[in-house]
T-cell receptor
Framework: GENVEQHPSTLSVQEGDSAVIKCTYS??????FPWYKQELGKRPQLIID?????GEKKDQRIAVTLNKTAKHFSLHITETQPEDSAVYFC???FGEGYQKVTFGTGTKLQVIP | DAGVIQSPRHEVTEMGQEVTLRCKPI?????LFWYRQTMMRGLELLIY????????DSGMPEDRFSAKMPNASFSTLKIQPSEPRDSAVYFC?????????????FGPGTRLLVL
């Protein structure tokens, strides 16, 4: 099956600084890479996703980059705010026919006011 | 839309008891997923249904766990007998299409504590 590694496991930044979370995946056939945000005690929610036919996607303060050759993708959050504090999960799709996603182990982001 | 609905939200039970978790997916979604979340193991996929048919149950830990989806609007995850190591948050999620390429919408989760 797919293996997704995520780093770092924890990240503290000052409000207004940028945060970067990196993931690597093992299945070269993976072609869908979503990112989910989970606030404390809440459910995971999709914040951005990228498909393998593009190298970068941006949505306001968040962006995701994908390097298919190296099999890694990253989440970038600029101008961080306290409400960005949460656990972020990367994921990658895999499988023939009926695909599923494997999640990374999560990054706990703390934005210090 | 009400989103994915799960019940109960919290469950405390004693070791050896049967536990049944329930999920109502978003209307029109073809795929349904059951996940387990713990600090040690993160977010694990237990089983995946598409059009009410189990597609992949390779994540089901052992025979004590079973899942059903009798119709498009209802699924259950049953643990019998329950053990303390089953304590976790169990999420149900649904998506359109075959699931792997679509946004998954998670329910609020069921927090299970087995004493």
């Amino acid at each position: 099956g797919e293996n997704v590694e995520q780093h770092p496991s924890t990240l503290s930044v000052q409000e207004g600084d940028s945060a970067v979370i990196k993931c690597t995946y093992s299945d070269s056939a993976s072609n869908y890479f979503p990112w989910y945000k989970q606030e404390l005690g809440k459910r995971p929610q999709l914040i951005i996703d990228i498909r393998s036919n593009v190298g970068e996607k941006k949505d306001q303060r968040i962006a995701v980059t994908l390097n298919k050759t190296a099999k890694h993708f990253s989440l970038h959050i600029t101008e961080t705010q306290p409400e960005d504090s949460a656990v972020y999960f990367c994921a990658a799709s895999f499988g023939e026919g009926y695909q599923k996603v494997t999640f990374g182990t999560g990054t706990k982001l703390q934005v210090i006011p | 839309d009400a989103g994915v609905i799960q019940s109960p939200r919290h469950e405390v039970t004693e070791m050896g008891q049967e536990v049944t978790l329930r999920c109502k997916p978003i209307s029109g979604h073809n795929s349904l997923f059951w996940y387990r979340q713990t600090m040690m193991r993160g977010l694990e996929l237990l089983i995946y249904f598409n059009n009410n048919v189990p597609i992949d149950d390779s994540g089901m830990p052992e025979d004590r766990f079973s899942a059903k989806m009798p119709n498009a609007s209802f699924s259950t995850l049953k643990i019998q007998p329950s053990e303390p190591r089953d304590s976790a948050v169990y999420f149900c999620a649904s998506s359109r299409g075959t699931g792997g390429q679509e946004t998954q919408y998670f329910g609020p989760g069921t927090r299970l504590l087995v004493l």
